[in-house]
Nanobody, 117 residues
Framework: QVQLVESGGGLVQAGGSLRLSCVASGSIFSINAMGWYRQAPGKQRELVAVCTSGGSINYADSVKGRFTISRDNAKNTVYLQMSSLKPEDTAVYYC???????????WGQGTQVTVSS
């Protein structure tokens, strides 16, 4: 089992910044992927950014150039620095931990990000 605890969400004006954090604990595999997904009301959950333990990174086109994902493997923590936030970034942001080529997948409880115009 893996537990994920997210923090850092909140209310911010358009153009502002927020930093999300997600700490993983429990049975952590050395090879894994940690990332952020989001779900806005009435929409499907979508990928925001993901980073593997080897350092490979992938971003959704909608956040490229504005969001930066990073991780501290020693602390089993992944971060999402969000800048130039837009109202359309408003969503619940979820942290996800997964082990490639396996059934292991865990989700955090979600943290609300609200961007006002």
């Amino acid at each position: 089992q893996v537990q994920l605890v997210e923090s850092g969400g909140g209310l911010v004006q358009a153009g502002g910044s927020l930093r999300l954090s997600c700490v993983a604990s429990g049975s952590i595999f050395s090879i894994n992927a940690m990332g952020w997904y989001r779900q806005a009301p009435g929409k499907q959950r979508e990928l925001v950014a993901v980073c593997t333990s080897g350092g490979s990174i992938n971003y959704a086109d909608s956040v490229k150039g504005r969001f930066t994902i990073s991780r501290d493997n020693a602390k089993n923590t992944v971060y999402l620095q969000m800048s130039s936030l837009k109202p359309e970034d408003t969503a619940v942001y979820y942290c996800r931990y997964s082990v490639p080529y396996s059934q292991y997948e865990y989700w955090g409880q979600g943290t609300q990000v609200t961007v006002s115009s």
